[in-house]
């Protein structure tokens, strides 16, 4: 009796051991069932990455932009300098710059050899008031409005005749060069007095 009950006992563990294996399947069908979860999570991940891709395409418009301001300082290349040649073109190659900055004011004119204009351009006329006509950035946009006239009419050298104490000394030179002209001297022309003229009073203050 006693084996028989023995035996009888081993054969419900057995049964108990078959029964557990079929019963296990069932967290395999969980990892299948959140498996296809995860496919679609990992799916959706490079859906993710194409649309950051995408929020990256506006790149060219942030370039214009680069651009733009880069033409308004003047740091632009000689090369990318769009130069429309004038129906009234006429075929000046080698020219005169003369830049007049004074105190309150800048003007740049661009003559050919015999001192007909071809250009011009002043600090009010590019939009700039009061003490702001006097400033270096000034001088640089006038410098590079009256360049670009000129290289309308085919200017490609030019003699840079400096005149007056302003403040856009330097930089109206430097604008020339930045446009493309090739800067081949540069005089100052300012005038000096040898005593001709009788001084003003001193201020009774």
């Known amino acids: 009796m006693a084996e028989e009950n023995k035996n009888e006992e081993t054969e419900e563990v057995v049964a108990d051991a078959a029964a557990t294996p079929a019963e296990t399947p069932a967290p395999e069908a969980a990892t299948e069932e959140v498996a296809p979860e995860a496919a679609a999570d990992e799916a959706a991940a490079p859906v993710e990455g194409e649309a950051a891709a995408e929020g990256d395409a506006p790149a060219p418009k942030e370039e214009k932009k680069r651009d733009i301001f880069a033409e308004l300082l003047g740091e632009e290349d000689p090369d990318k300098v769009k130069i429309h040649k004038s129906k009234k073109s006429k075929n000046v190659t080698k020219g005169l710059v003369h830049v007049t900055a004074t105190f309150n004011n800048t003007t740049v004119t661009v003559t050919d050899e015999r001192g007909n204009t071809i250009g011009w ?72 007095p040898h005593n001709g003229c009788r001084p003003k009073k001193a201020r009774r203050v």
Do not use: N, W
Request: glycine fraction near 12%; charge should be positive.
């Open 121 to 192: 351009s002043s600090a009010g006329k590019m939009g700039f008031k009061g003490s702001r006509k006097s400033t270096a950035y000034a001088a640089q946009v006038v410098s590079q409005d009256a360049c670009r006239q000129a290289m309308a009419h085919g200017l490609k050298e030019a003699v840079v005749r400096v005149k007056g104490p302003g403040a856009g000394r330097e930089s109206a030179v430097r604008a020339v060069q930045g446009v493309g002209v090739d800067v081949t001297e540069i005089r100052d022309v300012t005038a000096i």
